[in-house]
């Protein structure tokens, strides 16, 4: 699995992006019912894939065994920093996505160091990206990347009362 070729998403992908966007997002869900999707997501999430992969804002690579078969698939973004501090231009990863039967077997690792060989070939200063607390193995999986925890997102609901 080693060698399992990684290249950039196009449109007709969008079918198999949906299909693992969906399992990945149930799996999220499932760990905290706080990132479970509403009813029109799906839709949404298309309209997205079919603007992420043309747009120059946005990577979006698989991971394609056999020549036909896409197993996962990661997504980066671009954009400026706050303008106040250090990154001029932030990168962001925004989903890295593996079949739960292709686990384990360095698939993430590529298309993760796919996607930093593209983001640095912008103007990126710096990479970040944000993990459900519930998350463990991705949590361990960017660890054993070398990346470092930056901040803590809290979250509280607004009292309908
Ligand atoms: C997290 C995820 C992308 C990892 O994919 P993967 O292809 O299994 O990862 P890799 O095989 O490239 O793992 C590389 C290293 O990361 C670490 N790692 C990966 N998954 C791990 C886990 N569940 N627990 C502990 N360490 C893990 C290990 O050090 C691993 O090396 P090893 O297998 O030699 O021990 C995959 O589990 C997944 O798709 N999870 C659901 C979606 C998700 O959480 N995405 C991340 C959102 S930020």
């Known amino acids: 699995m080693e060698g399992v ?13 949906l299909l ?6 149930k799996e999220i869900g499932a760990a905290d019912p706080r990132f479970a999707l509403h009813a029109h997501a799906r839709e949404h999430q298309a309209a ?10 946005h990577l979006v690579v698989v991971a394609e065994e056999g020549g036909r078969l896409v ?11 706050n303008g106040w501090q250090i990154p001029n231009r932030l990168g962001r990863i925004s989903d890295v996505y593996v079949a739960p039967p292709r686990r384990r ?9 796919r996607l930093l060989d593209l983001l640095y070939e912008t103007d990126v200063d710096t990479v970040r990206l944000a993990v459900a607390v519930s998350n463990e193995g ?7 990347m070398g990346w470092e925890d930056l901040e803590l997102v809290l979250q509280k609901d607004v009292d309908s009362a």
């Not at 693992?20 to 997002?25: D, R, V």
């Not at 197993?71 to 920093?81: C, T």
């Not at 949590?139 to 054993?144: L, Q, T, V």
């Open 138 to 144: 991705a949590h361990a999986f960017w660890k054993s």
């Open 71 to 81: 197993i996962g698939f990661a997504v980066a973004s671009i954009a400026d920093g």
């Open 20 to 25: 693992l966007w969906n399992a990945m997002m």
């Open 5 to 17: 070729p990684i290249r950039n998403a196009r449109r007709g992908d969008i079918p198999s992006l």
């Open 48 to 57: 997205l894939f079919q603007k992420w992969i043309q747009d120059e804002e």
């Open 105 to 113: 077997q360095g698939v993430a690792r590529r298309l993760a160091g």
